[in-house]
């Protein structure tokens, strides 16, 4: 397999929660995903704003957890150097990329969501019929594109953060909507393992996994469906 094949790693500029309190991208589901996909694969990262901050809150699981993946993540010259090259979502060609995937945390569900170029960006990948994945609350920014004016989750099987998860995580008056409930609206299937376990769904070019633990195994399917 190339190295030249691509895939591009979208995070949230979101610094902040509905609340105040800070808030960034979930490290493990950064890091897990890059370090199985980075060795076949060349990664981008992209943001609104080319920037993108890491929720403390998952700094102190990793090292809680001695989660060697995400803590390397932080400190690898490679992946700095992606981060401070980051692209703008304006500046992405789909074209250019075989995958997109959307990393979680309470960011994406703040700005992605709502943000236009965002839309346009995903509804670029599914209309050139790449894969389009996400993990957590990554696709919380899948919920503003369309296609012939239905939603791209409208008919289509889905997970994501599941609302009792997000009130177990007392986090529910952090963001603008409860990414489980908001695919249901969408017309989506929503499918769900219990809170905080392992799930991954897989409907056509749409790949999601429920929570961070969902990131390793999301990963790995995206792996072999591109194999």
Known sequence: MSTQRRILFVFSSAEKTLRGKPTGYWLSEAAHPYHILAPKFNID???PKKTFLVDANSVTAANEENDTRSISFLTDPVVKTKAMSALSLKEVNAENYEAIFYVGGHAPVIDLSSDPDNAKLVEAFWEQGKYVAAVCHGPAALVGARRNGKSIFAGKKATGFSNSEENAFQGAEDVPF?????????????????DFESHVVVDGKLITGQNPKSAD??????????A
């Open 45 to 47: 990262f992209a943001s």
């Open 178 to 194: 409860l990414l489980e409930s908001k695919i249901e609206e969408l017309e989506g299937k929503f499918e769900k393992a219990g």
């Open 217 to 226: 195994p999301l990963a790995n399917k995206l792996l072999e469906v591109l």
